[in-house]
């Protein structure tokens, strides 16, 4: 088994660099690096129905993988999670063709696990022994999660009003976590200077070149679901991008091996009306994101009020002709509840912002009931359990004989 990772690639100015060192961004242009692979010589020694049957996993996918050596993964079993038929929620819906990814059943309790899961594997082979993140939350309890097993130093910088669970995980995990008086990217600031004067690595969304590597293994499940087919459309809760910039990606190297054809979904963007960089940008025609002022939502994992990948996620949406939109609060925590009563999902504010954006798409008309749509719910709502609002429950008294008055 070997991967035919080859070089890494500017994807703004063209630059190559070797993958054989530790890369953040592009050196001459500030840009994104994507990992490249030497796909024609993949195309004729690799057998997409033999990965197929492999165990279960992200790992499964070695070979247009970045990682060297088998034996440098740091894996807890990320991946090949449930792509469930939205079943009844589909029914009240009118569509039965509406499927959800639940990303919330990786290790960690998000699809974080996937991109640091690569991340830290391949750190780990170039020899990299601390590394730094700014993070809602999710990135930092991964990367904890992952670099506990890697034996690595971690830094991370949170928001103040991360949730409690994300930030108890990581203490368990025993990394080094700071709150931050700001947002992430003001973290993200503070993690660049930490990075110059402590010699820490950088692993913020896009700005390293492997966690989407990580994250496009999403895009190779999907098709491998489909019968090496693409669903008509993806609704993506959009912070950083890595997930929807990972899975076009991959489908482009999924063409280029041959093992799918030229047809691909509309990739959706969603965000939140308090922090909507994105889709203003791409309501503007621009293919750059100005920052987005007094960024605010329930939803943690998108409240990134400027993303480096902006041109990389406008790209992809133009490209397959989708679309980007903006879901209010109230909206996301009536799907929050929506998603688990109707599909048995316990969705977190992000995925839940899926479904909101499913149903004006819907309503609009952008999206039919035949369009096979697949939600991504990014995360598991444990992890939010602070904004469900349970009512008190009656208490019962096994002695009183009339205890059986009081159920419903
Ligand atoms: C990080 C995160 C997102 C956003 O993912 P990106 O790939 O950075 O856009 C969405 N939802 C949850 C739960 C997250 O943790
Ligand atoms: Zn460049």
């Known amino acids: 088994m070997r991967s035919y990772l080859s070089y890494l690639e500017c994807t703004a100015c063209g ?163 700071y709150l931050v008086r700001g947002l992430i990217n003001d973290a993200g600031r503070m993690v660049r200077e930490g990075t110059k004067r402590k010699g820490w690595f950088d692993v913020s969304t896009l700005r390293e070149p492997y966690r989407q590597e990580g994250k496009k293994t999403m895009g190779l499940e999907l098709a491998e679901h489909f019968g090496w087919t693409l669903p008509d459309a993806i609704i993506y809760p959009t912070g950083g991008g890595t997930g929807l910039v990972g899975m076009w990606k991959a489908f482009h190297e999924l063409e280029q091996l041959g093992w799918i054809g030229p047809k691909r979904p509309k990739m959706i963007v969603v965000q939140a009306e308090g922090c909507a960089p994105i889709v203003r940008a791409y309501q503007a025609g621009q293919r750059h994101a100005e920052l987005f002022p007094n960024a605010h939502t329930i939803a943690p994992g998108i409240r990134v009020p400027v993303a480096i990948g902006d041109y990389l996620i406008l790209d992809a949406v133009r490209a397959s002709g989708g679309t980007a939109v903006a879901v209010s609060d109230a909206e996301i925590m009536r799907d929050m509840r929506e998603m688990a009563r109707l599909a048995g999902v316990f969705a977190s504010p992000e995925g839940a912002a899926t479904l909101s954006a499913y149903k004006r798409l819907r309503a609009s008309g952008f999206l039919s009931p035949d369009d096979v749509t697949v939600l991504f719910n990014c995360g598991s709502a444990f992890k939010n359990a602070e904004l469900i609002q349970a009512p008190t429950l009656p208490v019962l008294d096994p002695n009183d004989p009339a205890w059986l008055d009081q159920v419903a």
């Open 15 to 177: 630059e190559t660099y070797s993958a054989e060192e530790p890369h953040t961004i592009c050196p001459r242009c500030g840009k994104v690096l994507f990992a490249r692979y030497d796909l024609e010589a993949a195309k004729a020694q690799l057998d997409r129905d033999a990965l197929a049957r492999r165990p279960r996993g992200m790992w499964r996918w070695f070979e247009i993988m970045p990682v060297r050596n088998p034996d440098h993964i740091i894996t807890l079993g990320e991946g090949d999670t449930p792509l469930l038929p939205a079943g009844r929620l589909g029914e009240v819906l009118g569509s039965g063709k509406l499927w959800i990814k639940d990303e919330g059943l990786n290790p960690t309790g998000s699809f974080k696990a996937r991109g640091l899961s690569a991340a830290v594997s391949k750190a780990k082979e170039l020899g990299i022994t601390s590394m730094a993140i700014p993070s809602a939350g999710n990135a930092a309890a991964a990367l904890a999660a992952y670099g506990a097993r890697a034996g690595m130093r971690i830094y991370q910088f949170m928001p103040q009003d991360v949730p409690e669970m994300m930030r108890k995980e990581s203490h368990q995990y025993g990394a080094h976590a």
